[in-house]
């Protein structure tokens, strides 16, 4: 049996995440899960997954979706293969709100800070 190589390890940081995945369904918390396994195993993964927030210096958006439901968990990487989850959110709109998006840059500021 061969073992699979991690491209990159998911990390939570304080429990902003967890604040987030315990409010959701069996359902959306397993697929979250499978989309974290995805963005660990593959090298390329594409953008349906994780993408990059245009306009931000470095911040990620995994992304989930289940029927029309759309989740975003915002992240950013440390050292290039370490990715540290921010915050999360349902996505009501189409537009990604401000103040998430506020939110997760405080917490890879704070994660940063507590680094050193």
Known sequence: MSKTTKHRTIITYKNYFEGFLVKQSQKVKDKIIWT????????????????????????????VQIATDIFRIFCFFDQGRLVVLANGFQKKSRKTPKQEITKALRIREEYYEDKK
Do not use: A, S
């Open 36 to 63: 974290f396994l995805l963005i660990e195993e593959i090298e390329q993964v594409p953008e349906t997954y994780l993408k990059h927030l245009e306009g931000t210096d470095g911040l990620y958006e995994i992304r």
